[in-house]
T-cell receptor, first 115, second 111 residues
Framework: DTAVSQTPKYLVTQMGNDKSIKCEQN?????MYWYKQDSKKFLKIMFS???????INETVPNRFSPKSPDKAHLNLHINSLELGDSAVYFC??????????????FGNGTRLTVT | GEDVEQSLFLSVREGDSSVINCTYT??????LYWYKQEPGAGLQLLTY?????DMKQDQRLTVLLNKKDKHLSLRIADTQTGDSAIYFCAEKASSASKIIFGSGTRLSIRP
């Protein structure tokens, strides 16, 4: 009964391709996120959705497009992949938008390698 | 701006206490967190502290907050091999809509 699950776990693809990563949470949370973790383990927020509405959109290339069909799902589509997109992408959820005593629950990550 | 800093590495002998330190810049921080990341896994919340507290203890974990110096620490008593992981400090300011993470401290345990 995984709380936050994302697929695939590993994704290897060539430059220029388009790919998607899917995320689902069964915690009943209202808010979901995408984070990017680079090779130095630095973690940076990309997007956040609350009840299917976009509430955080950091400075991310518009090749990255999140989609939230319902509050339990947040997918990430990436167009025209570049070498610099190689990283681990984490999905997370919380009861309320980054609320203090509503901590983040993370998925296990998708390791994207662009060759 | 907002910034959270941690040292990158810590090596501790098994059975000793580990102390992982973190400094932050935003004086309006309301909540401060410690997350643990094991290899190949996502971040897992260990504990958090509200800014009006100085200390929080949870079994082997002790969090100390010095709000004046904007310094947060995590002490792990009787460190075990299963504590090997990367530990992330994070903070949320009252005015911010997002949580800011530090770069993580990689804790390694030696026999």
């Amino acid at each position: 009964d995984t709380a936050v699950s994302q697929t695939p776990k590993y994704l290897v693809t060539q430059m220029g391709n388009d790919k998607s990563i899917k995320c689902e949470q069964n915690l009943g949370h209202d808010t979901m996120y995408w984070y990017k973790q680079d090779s130095k383990k630095f973690l940076k927020i990309m997007f956040s959705y609350n009840n299917k509405e976009l509430i955080i959109n950091e400075t991310v290339p518009n090749r990255f497009s999140p989609k939230s069909p319902d509050k339990a799902h947040l997918n990430l589509h990436i167009n025209s992949l570049e070498l610099g997109d190689s990283a681990v992408y984490f999905c997370a959820s919380s009861q309320i938008p980054q609320g203090g005593n509503s901590p983040l629950h993370f998925g296990n990550g998708t390791r994207l390698t662009v060759t | 701006g907002e910034d959270v800093e941690q040292s990158l590495f810590l090596s501790v002998r098994e059975g000793d206490s580990s102390v992982i330190n973190c400094t932050y810049t935003d004086s309006s921080s309301t909540y401060l967190y410690w997350y643990k990341q094991e290899p190949g896994a996502g971040l897992q919340l260990l504990t958090y502290i509200f800014s009006n507290m100085d200390m929080k203890q949870d079994q082997r974990l002790t969090v100390l907050l010095n709000k004046k110096d904007k310094h947060l620490s995590l002490r792990i008593a009787d460190t075990q091999t299963g504590d090997s992981a990367i530990y992330f400090c994070a903070e949320k300011a009252s005015s911010a809509s997002k949580i800011i993470f530090g770069s993580g401290t990689r804790l390694s345990i030696r026999p």
